[in-house]
C-alpha cells in the first residue's frame, strides 16, 4: 500500500536558519505530492504540490522537488521565521481509483526569535 | 468566501451518546472527506463522497456513518461515542477528486468522549 515517511520531530531552529524536513514515500504508479501545513489552532493549508517527477513545488519561500529515484520530496526553506513555527505534514495521492490522500505523521518546526 | 466550515469547535461526549459533525463547503466542489487526526499518527481518512449522492469507506470508517445531504454538505455521525474516538475530526474538500486536486480543509472539531 501506499505510505509516507517524514522525519521525527519536534524540529527546533533559530530565525534565519536553514529549515529541511526530509519526506520519503511508497506508492504505486506515479504519485502526486503534496506539502500540507498546520498553524496553531487551525485547519491543514496546502503550502506546495508537485504532481510528475522533477517537478519544482514551491511557495512563501518553501520548496520542494518530486524525486522519483529516491522517492522523496524534502521540503525546504533558506532563511526561517518565527511565523513559520507549525506542523508540516507530507502527503501523496496516488490515484488509481481512490481519492484518498494517504498523510505522513507530521512534523512540528518551532522557530525561535 | 467562508471556504469549508464545520460545526460544533469543539464538543465533550459521554460514552454511548451520540452526535452528528457537521460540515459545509461554498467553493461547488463535487468530493468531501471526514479525517480524524490523532498524536503521532497523522491524518486518517474516515469516510469520503466523490460526488453527490456516494460515499464511500476510507481508512478508518468502523463507529462512524456520513451523510452528503447536497452538493455542499457531508455530515459525520457517531451512533455510540467510545474513548477512543476523542480526536480532532477534520472535514475537506476538492473539486473533482481528480489527480493532484488540492483539498481544503475546515478548523476543525475538537471531540473529547469520556
Known sequence: GNSVTQM???????????????????????????????????GLQLLLKATKAD?????????????????SFHLEKGSVQVSDSAVYFCALYSGAGSYQLTFGKGTKLSVIP | NAGVTQTPKFQVLKT?????????????????????????MGLRLIYYSASEGTTD????PNGYNVSRLN??????????????????????????GARGDTQYFGPGTRLTVL
Not at chain 1, 519536534?10 to 504519485?31: R, W
Not at chain 1, 517537478?55 to 522517492?71: I, M, P
Not at chain 2, 469507506?57 to 478508518?60: I, L, M, P, S, T
Open chain 1, 55 to 71: 517537478d519544482k513545488g514551491s511557495n512563501k519561500g518553501f520548496e520542494a522537488t518530486y524525486r522519483k529515484e529516491t522517492t
Open chain 1, 8 to 42: 521525527e520531530g519536534p524540529v527546533t531552529l533559530s530565525e534565519e536558519a536553514f529549515l529541511t524536513i526530509n519526506c520519503t514515500y511508497t506508492a504505486t504508479g506515479y504519485p502526486s505530492l503534496f506539502w500540507y501545513v498546520q498553524y496553531p489552532g487551525e
Open chain 2, 57 to 60: 469507506k476510507g481508512e478508518v
Open chain 2, 16 to 40: 454511548g451518546q451520540s452526535m452528528t459533525l457537521q460540515c459545509a463547503q461554498d467553493m461547488n466542489h463535487n468530493s468531501m472527506y471526514w479525517y480524524r487526526q490523532d498524536p503521532g
Open chain 2, 71 to 96: 452538493k455542499r454538505e457531508f455530515s459525520l455521525r457517531l451512533e455510540s461515542a467510545a474513548p477512543s474516538q476523542t480526536s480532532v475530526y477534520f472535514c475537506a474538500s476538492s473539486g473533482r
